[in-house]
């Protein structure tokens, strides 16, 4: 559902991604591993242009876009793609000046111009769905870390995605506080969404990932499920896997 081609983006002369090319599967969990550097946050960004590449293709269920440095793609199309795409990043990025509720309707009523009382009948659904729904009118400094991370799956599940895009979810919240986001994640997988994660989470890569995805410099050094990255026979990979367990 998700093709990736040839794609690029560099800074100056730093090499970010170089030549990536994958495909990611409907209704599966993909999970993108790597040292620091390797370009991991940097693709999750482009897959929903936050970062625009510089080169490449991406396709999403037959919306294709083509990337050229030298022509920039128009702002319309930008928004329509990033519309099938949801979004979560480390550290919550939830308004502090909104309720919960209100963070979560934000999207579906300007962007997806539902009405208030549909977005807000919706948005009571999904934080049942997280375990907050008798949070909906606290603002988020009211909140635990691991509370704010699953109001903001909930912001991304309330606009209804082809594709849930999570960058190291957990790492800025203590161990104690991310098993209750791991758990949420955990539970979307079980019911097939489709989910691209970057973690550094190794036990959970190899429980919930259908593919794991080794980059290193920029590129796509190895794929494949757990075990086949794990006996593979590539000491790099294999040592990278038992370092982070």
Not at 29 to 52: A, E, F, Q, W
Not at 120 to 135: R, S, T, Y
């Amino acid at each position: 559902m998700l093709q990736i081609k040839k794609l690029c983006k560099h800074y100056d002369d730093l090499k970010v991604l170089d030549q990536i090319n994958l495909e990611i599967e409907s209704n599966k969990t993909t999970v993108i591993i790597g040292p620091s550097g390797s370009g991991k946050t940097t693709l999750l960004r482009c897959l929903n242009l936050l970062t625009v590449p510089d080169a490449g293709e991406i396709d999403l269920n037959g919306f294709t876009l083509a990337f050229d440095a030298n022509r920039p793609i128009q702002k319309k199309k930008i928004l329509d793609f990033r519309k099938k795409t949801g979004m979560v990043f480390q550290s919550f990025n939830l308004f502090s000046h909104r309720t919960v509720i209100e963070n979560i309707i934000e999207g579906p009523v300007t962007v997806l111009k539902k009405t208030k009382p549909e977005a807000i009948e919706e948005g009571m659904a999904l934080l049942k769905k997280v375990g907050l729904e008798d949070k909906a009118n606290h603002y988020p400094k009211q909140l635990s870390g691991g509370q704010q991370q699953r109001v903001a799956i909930a912001r991304a599940l309330a606009m209804k995605p082809e594709v849930l895009l999570f960058d190291e979810p957990t790492s800025a919240l203590d161990p104690e506080l991310e098993i209750e986001v791991l758990e949420i994640i955990r539970t979307l997988a079980e019911e097939h969404y489709t989910i691209v994660i970057v973690t550094h989470k190794m036990g959970f890569a190899k429980e919930v990932g259908d593919k794991i995805i080794f980059l290193e410099n920029g590129k796509v050094l190895s794929q494949g499920s757990y075990s086949e990255l794990y006996y593979s026979g590539n000491e790099r990979i294999s040592r990278f896997l038992n370092t982070l367990q």
